[in-house]
Structure formats: structure tokens, C-alpha cells
Nanobody, 120 residues
Framework: QVQLVESGGGLVQAGGSLRLSCAASGSILRINAMGWYRQAPGKQRELVAQILSQGMTNYADSVKGRFTISMDNAKNTVYLQMNSLKPEDTTVYYC??????????????WGQGTQVTVSS
């Protein structure tokens, strides 16, 4: 019954900004981590940014200093603020979460993906 809903993707010019949101809902007891993956043309899928429940974060080298991940724990929502966007950031971004359900079982869930397009 857990689902992730992504929003905030779109078209922006190089140097511009976008803010992605991902809200988790359902029978969630605890969220251990949330973040985004992406897969650029000719590349393997990579972890863009991740935030743990304790607040620790990590980023891909290619986005450090430009992207910021944050979480609203009360709403089970994670945000990715993307600044100084480059054309090479163009791809589909997939939200994910690692969580514990009411059953005490651990699960991984993926969002539907949101398109980010950066024009020159």
C-alpha cells in the first residue's frame, strides 16, 4: 500500500533551478532513507542524492555544490533543490525510499520518474 508520488520536473534553461518533491504514503512505520537516482544517456543508473533518517546526506560528485537534498519527516516528503542546472543533467529522475512497514518488514519502493530537461 506504500506509494511514492514525484513532482517538480520540467523544462529549464541552463543555469536555472528546479525543485523536485517526492512524498511517501501508506502503511509506513519508519523511513530509513530517501533519495533520487538518474540514468543519463550512455551511463549506468547512478545515485544522485540520498538522505538518511538521521539527516546524513551524500551526493554524486557531478552534483556536489549544485544540488541539495532535504526531508520533511512529518510529511514523509523529500526534496531535491537543483541549482545551476546543466544540459547534462537532462534525464528522468527516480525517487526511492527504504522503509519499515507496520509489519516490521523492510521494503524498497520506487517512484514513477519525473523528466528534467535543461536547454542550452
Amino acid at each position: 500500500q506504500v506509494q511514492l508520488v514525484e513532482s517538480g520536473g520540467g523544462l529549464v534553461q541552463a543555469g536555472g533551478s528546479l525543485r523536485l518533491s517526492c512524498a511517501a504514503s501508506g502503511s509506513i512505520l519508519r523511513i530509513n532513507a530517501m533519495g533520487w537516482y538518474r540514468q543519463a544517456p550512455g551511463k549506468q543508473r547512478e545515485l544522485v542524492a540520498q538522505i538518511l533518517s538521521q539527516g546524513m546526506t551524500n551526493y554524486a560528485d557531478s552534483v556536489k555544490g549544485r544540488f541539495t537534498i532535504s526531508m520533511d519527516n512529518a510529511k514523509n516528503t523529500v526534496y531535491l533543490q537543483m541549482n545551476s542546472l546543466k544540459p547534462e543533467d537532462t534525464t528522468v529522475y527516480y525517487c526511492y525510499t527504504k522503509l519499515v512497514a507496520y509489519s516490521s518488514n523492510q521494503y524498497d519502493y520506487w517512484g514513477q520518474g519525473t523528466q528534467v530537461t535543461v536547454s542550452s
